[in-house]
């Protein structure tokens, strides 16, 4: 079983850039299929951000051009760069790991780190 260990939220004002940062652990990440998921207050869990084994990426609509996926191997790490956050991005974000890209984009049953908090002032 896979532990995922996420960080880099906060505060920030809109407009401004975060980069979040996942930590693997029990799984290499080489072989498998990454992605970003968040959750606001009453809101389902979606997958915002996702990159498959051959470098493929997908991004929700809601942040296309914005938010930047990305994962270095060696350090079995995945990030996320935010940048021109609004306000609708508040939530909690989640990565996920999984061998199928497939999954990673369509399914909701993942293994799940706590989440960081990220916050954004208007």
């Not at 799984?27 to 979606?46: C, I, M």
């Amino acid at each position: 079983q896979v532990q995922l260990v996420e960080s880099g939220g906060g505060l920030v004002q809109a407009g401004n850039s975060l980069r979040l940062s996942c930590v693997a652990s029990g799984r290499t990440l080489s072989g498998s299929a990454v992605g970003w998921f968040r959750q606001a207050p009453g809101k389902e869990r979606d997958v915002v951000a996702a990159m498959s084994t051959g470098g493929i990426e997908y991004y929700s609509d809601s942040v296309k051009g914005r938010f930047t996926i990305s994962r270095d191997n060696t350090k079995n790490t995945v990030y996320l760069q935010m940048n021109s956050l609004k306000s609708e991005d508040t939530a909690v974000y989640y990565c996920a790991v999984h061998s199928s890209f497939g999954a990673i984009l369509g399914s909701r049953n993942h293994d799940w780190g706590q989440g960081t908090q990220v916050t954004v002032s208007s």
